[in-house]
Structures are given as C-alpha cells and as structure tokens.
C-alpha cells in the first residue's frame, strides 16, 4: 500500500514520539535517525522535530551542536486533522541558522552594517574539499533528480525529453521572482504563439523570451557548454537581450559601480577584480564534482559578484541548470519557490556571506522540481498534498474551462476568479495548478474529468488554433 505524504508523516511522527521515551536526557537529531532507522535526511528529520514542537510534544534545550530535544510534559491531545494542519503550515521548513540569517536581514536598513564585497568568501573555498552542501544532502538530491538510464545516456538526453515542458516551467517561474506578473498561461500562450499579454509591458515579454532562447542554448549546447567564459557570457547576452540601456552590454562584464535595491551589501566597483573574480568563479565551478555543489556554487558566487551591468540573478538560475542537464539530472525549475525567502537568502549571502537560508531554499526547490517531473522518475512518486486539498475545485475548473471551450483569456479570468475563493497564502500557487493542469491535459487523460471526447476534440483545437 502506497502511503499519502501526509499519512506517511504522520507514521514517521509517531515513531519519533515512541522513540523520545528511550532518551530522557533529551537527544540530537543525529542520534534520533540511528535510533528510529528513519531512511531521512538530516533536514527532514530537523522538520519533523519542529512540527513536535509547534504541537508542543518536544522541547528544544542547547544551541546549535549542543542541542537537545526533550519530552515536554502535556496533557494535550492531538487529533489527525491539527497534525494535518502542523504538517502542511509552513512549505519550506527553516533550519534555525536559516531563520536567524532572515531575521537577521529583515530588519530595517538603517539597522543592517554596510558591507563591501569580501573576496575572501571565493578564494578560501576549495573544490572538492570544502562543501556548502553535506554529503547526505548531496546523496539525497542525486536519488531525488536521477532519471532512467541517466549517466548512460548523451549530456541533455532528459532535458530534451522535456523541453517544451522546462521552458514554459523555467522561463515563468524565473521570470516570477524577478518580479514578472504574466500568468503561467500567458507565458504558455506567448511562447507557443507569440502573443504578447493585454496589459503587460513589453518587457516582461522580452524577458520571458530570452529565458526561452538562454534555455535553448544551454540544452542544444549539452555536453559542449561549460562553466567557461564563452557559455556564461552568451548566456547573459541572451538574458539580457533588449532589456539594457547600453545595447553593448549584454554579455559584457560591467566597467562601473552598481548598487542593490534594499540592501547594505556594495559590490566592487574595480573592474579588474570583476574580472579576476569571475575567472576564478568559472575555475572553482568547474573543478567541482558534483552536480548540485557546483548549481548551489554558483547560485550564491555569480549574484554576489554581480559582474553584469544587470540580470545577475536570471544568469545564475540558468546557469545552475547546467550540471544537471550534463547529467541528465531532473533540472532546477524553481516550481513554487517564494520571492521573498530567494530574495532573503541572498541577502544573507550579500551582506552576511551565511549561505543556510539560501541552501533551504535550494534544497526545497530541487526537491520540487523532482516533483514537477516525477512521471519519469525510477520510482513513483507520492501524491502532491497541495493537489489533493484543492482537489473538488481542480476538478471543476478544469471540466467548466473544456466543456464550456472557453478561450485561453476567458479560462484565466475564471481562474483568477476561483482563486479569490481561497486563502491567501495559497493563491499564487493554486492558479497554477489549475494552469498547469490545463497545458497537461491530452488525449490519454481527459476522461479523468467526465469529459466527452467531442467536448475535449473542440477545446483542444481551439487552443491551438490561439
């Protein structure tokens, strides 16, 4: 019998509640994983123990590796439904560096030390040697993105696989943190046909269409491409296509000082250590082994030395995307991932050079993007809570928006509609379920939704005749 995500939490929570009464001295997360035979990861384990305390079953005493959980002495009794609502309360679960890094840099900018680029952070890091990732993470996430026949298959075998998919995912959800507003269907729209949004500007679209081409390049290029200057700089130019001042800019290291919106970090202004930097960047990325070390690498190095006049972020995103596409490795698609905890975490790298809430956030989004594309993972995947709670309201949807043809404009305005109807911290992603849901649907899988052939026949060619 396969567990529900949720079931099986609950079944690891239970034995992580048996398992305390042996330890009445209090005992580490470390120690709770040997002692329960638990299959997990450290972090998993961290936020299994913070739901024991949300519920005030557990007690955190001690600081950092010192740090004991305990019983807590309570008469409370807790139903299946409230644990339901512990499990699901928070999506990424923080470590408590993390959290400190956020707190850390959430606080007024007046209140937050003015730092400059300290190049120290890049030059003490050594290959292979030193590790922003722990080797159960990187153990974990290689059986979470593996793919079938992986390593035995040409550089970009799986990425092509997927492409069409990858590029409306990649190109949005990118797109999404640099604070784009168009819809996951008006980027499926614009891609496929080339048709701009009513009411955004041009230049979201221009930024959704080099996402495309940076895309492309780096999956037709696979096995060719590299941590090197020829492919970091055409990415740029690619990103930044039409969306710079100086037409000469893109693909081009800056020559002048930048600034960060809502940050005390200041980047080098000296264009010889720009490009000194970047150089060692691209040497340390490529001397790294293992695939998701070097993504993480270079999601924190690239946006901290900002050696592009703009578009540093977009360029690292796409730019962690190329060992895993060398690999043929499910690709980082950034699914879900929030603006705010991304923009936190790399604040904490900017102003504070702490990586922990950024590496949550990586973590958490690679595991989602393993999510995304789990039909052609080697095991079958556990169904996605989030779907199952907006299950009746997925259904209907989608059997409205294909029995009644709508368009692809009058379907967005339904679900935008729809969305209003639930709570706010789950809109965003609820309107994307049910655009996603619409650009899977296809012959083998609309009876799914009691729709007749003849319903789905004239609703599919509608859309894409749009």
């Not at 729209?189 to 996402?211: D, F, T, V, W, Y």
């Amino acid at each position: 019998m396969v567990l529900s995500n949720k079931a099986k939490i609950n079944r690891e929570l239970e034995l992580i509640r048996g398992t305390m009464s042996n330890f009445p001295e209090g005992a580490s997360a470390e120690e709770l994983i040997k002692a329960t035979g638990l299959q997990i990861a450290l972090r998993t384990m961290h936020r299994r123990l913070q739901i024991l305390i949300d519920r005030q079953e557990l007690k955190l005493v001690g600081e950092k590796r010192a740090a004991k959980y305990l019983l807590a002495k309570t008469d409370h009794s807790v139903s299946l439904q409230e644990n339901d609502a512990a499990v699901s309360k928070q999506s990424i679960q923080l470590s408590e560096e993390a959290t400190t890094i956020r707190n850390d840099v959430s606080k007024p900018l007046h209140e937050r030390k003015p730092v400059d680029y300290n190049r120290s952070f890049l030059d003490q890091y050594r290959p292979n040697i030193d590790y922003y990732l722990s080797k159960s993470e990187r153990e974990l996430l290689a059986k979470e993105t593996a793919t079938p026949g992986g390593e035995q298959q040409p550089a970009g075998t799986y990425a092509k696989h997927i492409l069409q998919r990858l590029l409306i995912d990649l190109s949005w959800n990118s797109s999404r943190l640099e604070g784009n507003t168009y819809s996951l269907l008006d980027t499926e729209r614009l891609l496929a046909q080339g048709e701009e949004a009513a009411g955004k500007s041009g230049a979201e679209a221009q930024m959704i269409l080099n996402h495309k081409d940076a895309i492309e390049f780096l999956v037709s290029g696979a096995g060719e491409i590299g941590f090197n200057r020829h492919t970091v700089l055409n990415l740029h130019g690619l990103l930044a296509n039409d969306l710079l001042p100086d037409p000469a800019a893109p693909g081009r290291l800056r020559s002048f000082a930048v600034g960060i919106r809502n940050s005390a970090y200041t980047p080098t202004p000296i264009p010889q250590l720009i490009e000194e930097m970047f150089e060692l960047i691209l040497a340390k990325a490529s001397a790294i082994r293992d695939p998701h070390e070097q993504a993480f690498f270079v999601m924190i190095h690239l946006p901290y030395l900002q050696p592009f006049d703009d578009v540093n972020k977009r360029v690292s995103r796409l730019a962690a995307n190329i060992p895993l596409i060398e690999h043929n490795m499910i690709p980082l698609s950034f699914v879900d991932v929030p603006e705010d905890l991304y923009i936190q975490g790399l604040l904490g790298v900017y102003e504070l050079n702490r990586v922990e809430l950024l590496k949550d956030v990586f973590l958490w989004a690679c595991e989602r993007s393993a999510d995304r594309y789990a039909m052609v993972r080697q095991t079958v995947g556990e169904p996605n809570p989030f779907r199952m709670k907006y299950r009746k309201e997925l259904q209907r949807l989608v059997t409205e928006i294909v029995s009644q043809n709508l368009s692809r404009e009058k379907a967005g305005l339904v679900i935008q509609e729809s969305s209003l109807k639930v709570p706010e911290e789950d809109k965003a992603r609820f309107r994307e379920l049910v655009e996603t849901e619409l650009l899977s649907l296809h012959e083998g899988n609309f009876v799914r939704y009691r729709i007749s052939p003849m319903e789905f026949a004239k609703w599919e060619n509608a859309w894409q005749r749009e």
